[in-house]
């Protein structure tokens, strides 16, 4: 069985270096330059030719990753699409981040001098609490690019949500700073998660999902 990933905002395949999938071939979409003024639906058209379309296709999106899975899905028949610390429309966006997406503030939004600050306040955000979970997140950040960034950030903003046909599972951790629970409809929650929980809370995770793919194997 093949399963593709789609990781965070600006990050790759190390958000899921501990999700352990013994009976899953684990494929990662790579991030591509956006094109000026792409639309989300035009960059994840451009994304699908990274998926083998002739073969039955599973997507586990991650945060701003879940994004592009939903929009993905409505493009190429799905047989399931996971969501991890991710939304399913802009009502599930907290009070803040939907201010920010009427006002247009986004736009003003100079990432470059934002990095540092991000560095310095991605532990509280992602929940990352060990050496080991704060040093790959530090990496991630530091590993983002910054173009990228502006543009995710736009589209995120932009999104009017997704109308997919395939079944959707969310996992949404219950201390989820960035996305928090308390707006999100129709999830699996996990107990104690942050937005970084498919790093804090991989073995929960990867249990949930070798269960959804394989059901018969537990």
């Known amino acids: 069985m093949i399963v593709y990933f789609i990781s965070g905002l600006g990050a790759d395949e190390r958000a ?4 352990k999938l013994p009976s899953v071939e684990k494929r990662f979409i790579r991030w591509i330059p956006p094109l000026h003024n792409e639309s989300l639906k ?4 451009r ?4 998926i083998d379309t002739t073969r039955p296709v599973t997507l586990v999106g991650l945060s701003f990753g879940g994004i592009v899975a939903q929009a993905m899905a409505e493009i190429i028949a799905c047989e399931r699409v996971f969501l991890i610390s991710c939304v399913k429309s802009p009502n599930e966006l907290s009070w803040g981040l939907r201010l920010i997406r009427r006002t247009k503030m986004y736009g003003l939004l100079p990432l470059r001098g934002l ?3 991000a560095l310095r306040l991605a532990p509280y955000w992602f929940d990352a609490v060990s050496d080991r979970q704060k040093g790959l997140l530090k990496n991630i950040i530091n590993d ?8 995710a950030i736009g589209a995120l903003m932009c999104w009017q949500g997704s109308r997919i046909t395939a079944p959707l599972i ?6 989820d700073r960035i996305f ?3 707006y999100v409809r129709n999830y699996t929650p996990i107990k104690g998660g942050g937005h970084f929980m498919v790093v804090t809370h991989a073995r929960k995770i990867s249990k949930l999902l070798q269960h959804h793919l394989n059901p018969v194997t537990l």
């Open 16 to 19: 899921f270096r501990y999700i």
């Open 144 to 151: 983002t690019d910054e173009v990228f960034a502006r543009w």
């Open 115 to 117: 990095k540092p600050l």
């Open 42 to 45: 035009e960059y994840t058209a």
């Open 170 to 175: 969310h996992l949404h951790g219950t201390g």
């Open 180 to 182: 928090p629970i308390r």
């Open 47 to 50: 994304l699908i030719v990274q």
